[in-house]
């Protein structure tokens, strides 16, 4: 599976991005979707994930009620909504996608086989 991430760019606190991940290669809709982010110094940290259907999402504390993540398999892309972004949002941002995965592994990195290449978002106060 190979993963392009894109979306990232300069947006001042309180205003919106929407992230993409466009997948090819192996059968997207097999997999469970993870977002991660890594800020400067920092451990890369668990965002987001969702199910293969869709039908289940999980979102760090610090995200949610703030980021939505969604897909469409058709289109093989997952997508990530930031509203409310904070300047401490400020990061390199990557999908994911696992080989296989237990759900309660759901946040864990090293849980992860494919990694995007990444897309920078940077919030300004």
């Known amino acids: 599976v190979q993963l392009q991430a894109s979306g990232g760019g300069l947006v001042q606190a309180g205003g919106s991005l929407r992230l993409s991940c466009a997948a090819s290669?192996?059968?997207?809709?097999?997999?469970?979707m993870g977002w991660f982010r890594q800020a400067p110094g920092k451990e890369r940290e668990f965002v987001s994930g969702?199910?293969?259907?869709?039908?289940?999402?999980y979102y760090a504390d610090s995200v949610k009620g703030r980021f939505t993540t969604s897909r469409d398999n058709a289109k093989n892309t997952v997508y990530l909504q930031m509203d409310s972004l904070k300047p401490e949002d400020t990061a390199i941002y990557y999908c994911?996608?696992?080989?296989?995965?237990?759900?309660?592994?759901?946040?864990?990195?090293?849980?992860?086989?494919?990694w995007g290449q990444g897309t920078l978002v940077t919030v300004s106060s």
């Open positions: 994911a996608a696992p080989k296989k995965l237990r759900l309660d592994l759901i946040s864990r990195a090293s849980a992860y086989d494919y």
């Open positions: 290669g192996r059968t997207f809709s097999n997999y469970v």
């Open positions: 969702i199910t293969w259907s869709g039908g289940s999402t």
